[in-house]
């Protein structure tokens, strides 16, 4: 049995919400950093392919966790069109 409290799991539950959104913030720079990059260069400002092989490499991974493909697929397409 875990001898964790509610409170304890919680609050490990906040940390781990902390640490998603200081990586979100991180993966969020780098993107702008990319789009600084495209345009200097005249690039498209979206790589179909690329965002594909991201996709399909992501929801494969996720399989190795027991997560949902339908779900990684969707909330990484979902990140992806709001940056």
């Known amino acids: 049995m875990n001898t964790k409290t509610l409170e304890d799991l919680r ?3 906040d940390a781990i919400d ?3 959104l200081e990586i979100l913030v991180k993966r969020i720079d780098i ?3 990319i789009g600084e990059l495209k345009n ?3 690039m498209p400002v979206i790589d179909e392919k690329r965002r594909e092989k991201l996709l399909e490499s992501i929801t494969q991974r ?3 966790f027991n997560l949902s493909e339908e779900f990684v697929r969707n ?3 979902k990140f ?4």
Do not use: F, G, P
């Open 18 to 20: 902390q640490q998603i």
């Open 31 to 33: 993107v702008k950093q």
């Open 62 to 64: 996720a399989k190795l």
């Open 80 to 83: 992806m069109t709001t940056q």
């Open 40 to 42: 200097i260069y005249n």
């Open 11 to 13: 609050k490990e539950i």
């Open 75 to 77: 909330y990484l397409k």
